[in-house]
Nanobody, 116 residues
Framework: QVQLVESGGGLVQAGASLRLSCVVS????????MAWYRQAPGKERECVAA????????RYAGSVKDRFTVSRDNAKNTMYLQMNSLKRGDTAIYYC?????????WGQGTQVTVSS
């Protein structure tokens, strides 16, 4: 059974940076197209960044493009999200899953809170 563990969130001021990590176990991470998702209070979960299994293709939501960078280390079964120039609108719980999401057991997510 797949286990997704997200970490790296926190409370930061606008303009700061954070680096999120997603560790996957129980499934073959290295051949999975992966994505970062976020869900803000009262809003639906949205995909903010995605990366193909080999890292060759990336995709970003317009709201985070040029500020967020997704990467992965298949040897460590880990995906990262470097978030720069954070804005209050980035406040949400961040999750990882496949792209599109196929693994039913979502992780706990990691809370990112950006204050002005």
């Amino acid at each position: 059974q797949v286990q997704l563990v997200e970490s790296g969130g926190g409370l930061v001021q606008a303009g700061a940076s954070l680096r999120l990590s997603c560790v996957v176990s129980g499934r073959t991470f290295s051949t999975a197209n992966m994505a970062w998702y976020r869900q803000a209070p009262g809003k639906e979960r949205e995909c903010v960044a995605a990366m193909s299994w080999d890292g060759g293709i990336t995709r970003y939501a317009g709201s985070v493009k040029d500020r967020f960078t997704v990467s992965r280390d298949n040897a460590k079964n880990t995906m990262y999200l470097q978030m720069n120039s954070l804005k209050r609108g980035d406040t949400a719980i961040y999750y990882c899953n496949t792209d599109p999401p196929r693994w039913p057991n979502w992780g706990q997510g990691t809370q990112v809170t950006v204050s002005s």
